[in-house]
């Protein structure tokens, strides 16, 4: 006993001692001050925002004497270049896509305009990190609206649930709807609070010495810092059945899907989701393109760029095993372009950066290999895009977001589900989301008059898609298209069950599989969340490895696959990246700006 307390103790004394360095790192603070101005008025021209969004690429742009290159403008890339930007330095940001964001980019078709993978977002109340954190990337120039409640509701076959913003709102209407269950209930609330506190932990493992976290990894230590770890790597059905025999109860504990079932995701992911909404949801004022339109101008102003329709083929790495930058495709009969840095940050993902991006003999290094084999890709998704005739107020649109399941057996029901063969995946369709973004945005109907939109979300497997891989967008041929229409027409017709006062209403409908995240996002298997976020890719020796810095010197990984996902989970792979390239404790500073804005706010008050 006394040796394992000597151990923790000198353990944390040399932590202290790290900590302390990298407080002291000559790299300087970006989040100084809070944003100087308030929000400027919507810009809606246009040309205006294509200036932004859709600059492209040319060699004549890339900015002199880069200090880094970032591959992919999602949420990761700009977090990570828009940090480094408010630290002085030189970043180019490289998006192989026609305009900047990621899955926070939206597009317009016949009048309406649909975001493709920003539905709403927790925590954004003045004041929470996340808010500060995004405030500092966009120079407090982003608005966010909050959802009325109920902001969810939930379907297990006839059964409606309704989920309320608010620490006490939240647990009073669960314990409402599940009077028996209050035991249950206050149990996961304080699992819950308890995950929250605790999981700047996993930020903490990821940055500290790779020895460091692996001595306490394999002795077990780790497990005696935090509970966090146990629940990290507990199934959350195995965690759930432990509180409540109550099916329905589990299920709602359960809800946002994202891929993986909850006999094999992490308790841990699930309870943070959960605890994500608890304070309210929001959604971007002007909508999700928004987030990259204020965010491109920090990055500029600092002497960087962001441009598009430029795919990077290779990271350039020299004798000496470095990285020292990309080559970019201009177009298929045109010559590449190096382009040379000394640090390189890729937002494409764990296995493109790995897999393609690398050359074919760094691919074969053993730390390389390592970190493959420790994750697998996660599932895809399919969309349906339907355009109304008729604002959100006309056709009385709710700002809810509705889950729908068939029954309350969620396990059952996704495994049945992925093991689906492809020709029996348009009569099964089991889970659905359906969402009208034209409801939760104000400014929606400013700037498409007499329209409105609802966006239908599912889950699906490149494996049923795989036979047109390879062929290009929007000529997949007949079989493609008549299997894709299957499929949406069978979920609009589900959604018009659900509202049928809208069947009158469409009058444009377009779907995305997995092949157009593949084509729009560059996700290998068209998956949105990144890696598979199963309970083993939370483990502490995987949330350990799957870290910023990379075996390659001077690449470094951003978004997604080095945190969570979602776009609070891809910002804040963001600044582990940055914490990493910066030599500097970047959740410190946030930390000591949160502390500044909630004293000066308190000042103002009094």
């Not at 969309?383 to 959100?392: H, N």
């Given at each position: 006993?006394?040796?394992?307390?000597?151990?923790?103790?000198?353990?944390?004394?040399?932590?202290?001692?790290?900590?302390?360095?990298?407080?002291?790192?000559?790299?300087?603070?970006?989040?100084?001050?809070?944003?100087?101005?308030?929000?400027?008025?919507?810009?809606?021209?246009?040309?205006?925002?294509?200036?932004?969004?859709?600059?492209?690429?040319?060699?004549?742009?890339?900015?002199?004497?880069?200090?880094?290159?970032?591959?992919?403008?999602?949420?990761?890339?700009?977090?990570?270049?828009?940090?480094?930007?408010?630290?002085?330095?030189?970043?180019?940001?490289?998006?192989?896509?026609?305009?900047?964001?990621?899955?926070?980019?939206?597009?317009?078709?016949?009048?309406?305009?649909?975001?493709?993978?920003?539905?709403?977002?927790?925590?954004?109340?003045?004041?929470?990190?996340?808010?500060?954190?995004?405030?500092?990337?966009?120079?407090?120039?982003?608005?966010?609206?909050?959802?009325?409640?109920?902001y969810d509701e939930v379907c297990l076959g006839p059964r409606r649930y309704q989920l309320r913003a608010g620490k006490a709102a939240f647990t009073a209407a669960l314990?409402?709807?599940?009077?028996?269950?209050?035991?249950?209930?206050?149990?996961?609330?304080?699992?819950?609070?308890?995950?929250?506190?605790?999981?700047?932990?996993?930020?903490?493992?990821?940055?500290?010495?790779?020895?460091?976290?692996?001595?306490?990894?394999?002795?077990?230590?780790?497990?005696?810092?935090?509970?966090?770890?146990?629940?990290?790597?507990?199934?959350?059905?195995?965690?759930?059945?432990?509180?409540?025999?109550?099916?329905?109860?589990?299920?709602?504990?359960?809800?946002?899907?994202?891929?993986?079932?909850?006999?094999?995701?992490?308790?841990?992911?699930?309870?943070?989701?959960?605890?994500?909404?608890?304070?309210?949801?929001?959604?971007?004022?002007?909508?999700?393109?928004?987030?990259?339109?204020?965010?491109?101008?920090?990055?500029?102003?600092?002497?960087?760029?962001?441009l598009v329709r430029a795919p990077v083929t290779r990271i350039l790495v020299s004798h000496a095993g470095t990285a020292v930058g990309v080559v970019v495709q201009k177009?298929?009969?045109?010559?590449?372009?190096?382009?040379?840095?000394?640090?390189?940050?890729?937002?494409?993902?764990?296995?493109?950066?790995?897999?393609?991006?690398?050359?074919?003999?760094?691919?074969?290094?053993?730390?390389?290999?390592?970190?493959?084999?420790?994750?697998?890709?996660?599932?895809?998704?399919?969309?349906?895009?339907?355009?109304?005739?008729?604002?959100?107020?006309?056709?009385?649109?709710?700002?809810?977001?509705?889950?729908?399941?068939?029954?309350?057996?969620?396990?059952?029901?996704?495994?049945?589900?992925?093991?689906?063969?492809?020709?029996?995946?348009?009569?099964?369709?089991?889970?659905?989301?359906i969402t009208f973004p034209a409801a939760k945005d104000p400014t929606y109907e400013q700037r498409h008059p007499g329209r409105s939109c609802m966006t239908i979300l599912?889950?699906?497997?490149?494996?049923?898609?795989?036979?047109?891989?390879?062929?290009?967008?929007?000529?997949?041929?007949?079989?493609?298209?008549?299997?894709?229409?299957?499929?949406?027409?069978?979920?609009?017709?589900?959604?018009?069950?659900?509202?049928?006062?809208?069947?009158?209403?469409?009058?444009?409908?377009?779907?995305?599989?997995?092949?157009?995240?593949?084509?729009?996002?560059?996700?290998?298997?068209?998956?949105?969340?990144?890696?598979?976020?199963?309970?083993?890719?939370?483990?502490?020796?995987?949330?350990?490895?799957?870290?910023?810095?990379?075996?390659?010197?001077?690449?470094?990984?951003?978004?997604?696959?080095?945190?969570?996902?979602?776009?609070?989970?891809?910002?804040?792979?963001?600044?582990?990246?940055?914490?990493?390239?910066?030599?500097?404790?970047?959740?410190?500073?946030?930390?000591?700006?949160?502390?500044?804005?909630?004293?000066?706010?308190?000042?103002?008050?009094?």
């Open positions: 006993m006394w040796a394992t307390l000597l151990l923790l103790v000198a353990l944390g004394t040399l932590t202290l001692g790290l900590v302390a360095h990298r407080l002291l790192a000559p790299a300087g603070n970006p989040f100084a001050r809070p944003p100087l101005g308030p929000p400027r008025p919507l810009v809606t021209d246009p040309r205006a925002r294509d200036k932004v969004l859709k600059r492209g690429f040319s060699a004549r742009r890339v900015p002199p004497e880069l200090d880094a290159v970032v591959i992919g403008s999602g949420m990761g890339g700009l977090a990570a270049a828009g940090i480094l930007a408010k630290a002085g330095k030189r970043v180019l940001v490289l998006e192989q896509h026609d305009q900047a964001g990621g899955c926070c980019h939206t597009f317009q078709e016949q009048g309406n305009e649909f975001d493709v993978g920003i539905h709403y977002v927790g925590q954004m109340h003045e004041g929470s990190t996340l808010r500060v954190a995004l405030d500092q990337l966009t120079d407090g120039q982003l608005c966010w609206q909050r959802l009325p409640d109920p314990e409402e709807q599940f009077p028996a269950e209050k035991t249950a209930i206050r149990e996961f609330m304080r699992l819950s609070k308890m995950a929250s506190r605790h999981v700047a932990l996993l930020a903490v493992l990821k940055m500290v010495p790779r020895w460091l976290a692996a001595l306490l990894v394999r002795t077990g230590l780790i497990y005696c810092v935090s509970p966090i770890f146990r629940m990290a790597a507990t199934s959350h059905s195995e965690a759930v059945a432990r509180l409540t025999a109550d099916r329905d109860l589990r299920a709602l504990l359960s809800y946002l899907f994202y891929g993986t079932a909850p006999q094999d995701s992490s308790f841990l992911v699930n309870v943070l989701m959960v605890h994500h909404y608890q304070r309210g949801a929001w959604y971007p004022r002007g909508g999700a393109s928004e987030i990259a339109f204020h965010a491109v101008p920090v990055i500029e102003r600092a002497g960087g760029a962001v177009g298929p009969s045109e010559e590449e372009v190096e382009v040379f840095a000394p640090v390189v940050i890729s937002d494409a993902g764990i296995f493109n950066t790995f897999g393609k991006l690398l050359p074919p003999q760094l691919r074969s290094h053993p730390g390389v290999c390592s970190r493959l084999a420790m994750v697998r890709h996660g599932m895809g998704s399919f969309l349906v895009f339907v355009g109304l005739r008729g604002s959100a107020t006309e056709l009385a649109l709710p700002a809810t977001n509705f889950w729908i399941y068939p029954h309350n057996d969620l396990d059952t029901m996704m495994t049945r589900y992925a093991a689906l063969s492809r020709d029996d995946v348009p009569e099964n369709l089991a889970m659905m989301f599912t889950m699906a497997r490149y494996e049923w898609f795989e036979e047109w891989a390879g062929t290009r967008t929007k000529h997949r041929g007949p079989d493609y298209q008549r299997y894709k229409l299957a499929i949406a027409q069978r979920l609009l017709e589900r959604a018009l069950q659900r509202f049928p006062h809208l069947r009158d209403k469409v009058e444009f409908m377009e779907a995305a599989s997995p092949l157009t995240n593949q084509h729009y996002l560059a996700a290998p298997h068209g998956e949105m969340y990144g890696t598979e976020h199963d309970v083993s890719r939370f483990s502490p020796a995987v949330v350990a490895a799957m870290r910023a810095e990379t075996p390659v010197k001077n690449l470094y990984l951003t978004g997604q696959d080095v945190f969570s996902c979602g776009l609070a989970g891809a910002l804040h792979g963001g600044l582990l990246c940055a914490s990493a390239v910066l030599g500097r404790l970047l959740y410190l500073d946030l930390l000591l700006l949160k502390k500044k804005i909630k004293w000066r706010r308190g000042r103002k008050a009094a």
